[in-house]
């Protein structure tokens, strides 16, 4: 497996796994044996960051803490802190909020206990707490670095000026973003600010949630608790705006010899040298196909070809 380089120097692998699937958004919890089978797997085959949170539920970095500890020294494991818990409002579900120091440290300690780990590599503000300073967040960050609490830290769908008054104060080693062909975004301006400042770009939601392995259908039904059932991009008018973007999947695979999530993977890849893409599945195959994708590779041709297409579709960027 080829390596990318955080910007706080660690060397991960250059597609890693999110894991969030795994107990969260996607339906019913999976099974643990199973889970623990395929994240060893992905270290077999050289996968080595890993994405979790512990708004994914507890038991998600309970199940990598167990999982990886055999491997723990061969592993970047990258967790989160902000997000504390949910209310209702309005009907709809709106986070719990507090990056307070106090708080930061105790929502560590938990993390730390559930990774059964003394370190976290990488760990990302997960959402902004407006009541908190970006340079109080920072300056907290750098106190448990020195403390060897932490190795990194990030920022997951911060605004770009938070970004930078954050790394002022203490160097950002990633910022973490939904990236991919049917939601480009960061290529207006966040990757430029990422390559200005050495700070890594790993990308969540690659694939599009499925949406670009070319496999989901209009008028589909999902299981109970999987959110595609009512996210924005698997609306039928959005899946029909955005039908292009898989016909041109469809025929750079079967050019390339590959599978269309292959091609998007490569594809992201291949965009800045800094993208760590991180797809997540549950499956043992989806997960062989995925980390496979690191080996395609795009002459410039290619690459600007399959760049000049997409710029001609305009994909719908709805997603949630």
Request: glycine share 10%; charged share 25%.
């Amino acid at each position: 497996m080829k390596e990318r380089a955080l910007g706080s120097g660690q060397a991960v692998s250059a597609i890693g796994l999110g894991c969030m699937g795994m107990d969260h958004a996607y339906g019913p919890q999976a099974p643990r044996e199973e889970m623990t089978r395929l994240l060893r797997r992905a270290v077999e085959l050289g996968c080595t960051f890993f994405d979790t949170a512990p708004v994914y539920g507890t038991a998600n970095e309970e199940l990598l803490g167990r999982a990886l500890a055999p491997v723990r020294n061969r592993v970047v494991l990258a967790t989160k802190f902000g997000i504390t818990g949910q209310k209702v409002v309005d009907g709809k579900p709106v986070n719990i909020l507090d990056s307070r120091p106090a708080s930061i440290r105790a929502q560590v300690e938990a993390s730390l206990g559930r990774l059964a780990t003394d370190h976290i590599d990488l760990l990302y503000q997960h959402r902004v707490d407006p009541e908190v300073a970006p340079e109080e967040v920072a300056g907290t960050m750098a106190d448990l670095a020195r403390e060897g609490k932490i190795l990194g830290w990030g920022l997951s769908n911060a605004p770009e000026d938070y970004l930078v008054r954050a790394h002022a104060v203490f160097p950002l080693a990633a910022v973490e973003n939904q990236y991919s062909m049917v939601y480009r975004v960061p290529e207006r301006g966040l990757f430029d600010l990422c390559a200005k400042l050495g700070i890594a770009f790993a990308a969540y939601s690659p694939l599009g949630n499925g949406f670009l392995s070319g496999v989901h259908r209009k008028g589909q039904t999902y299981p109970e608790g999987d959110f595609r059932g009512f996210m924005g991009r698997f609306r039928p008018e959005v899946m029909d705006r955005n039908e292009p973007v898989l016909a041109l999947l469809r025929e750079t695979a079967e050019e390339k010899g590959a599978t269309p999530a292959q091609i998007v993977l490569a594809w992201e890849l291949a965009q800045r040298p800094f993208v760590i893409p991180i797809p997540g599945t549950t499956k043992m195959a989806r997960l062989e196909e995925n980390l496979a994708a690191a080996d395609i590779v795009f002459s410039a041709g290619e690459l600007a070809a399959l760049n000049s297409a997409l710029d001609g579709i305009h994909a719908d960027e709805t997603h949630f």
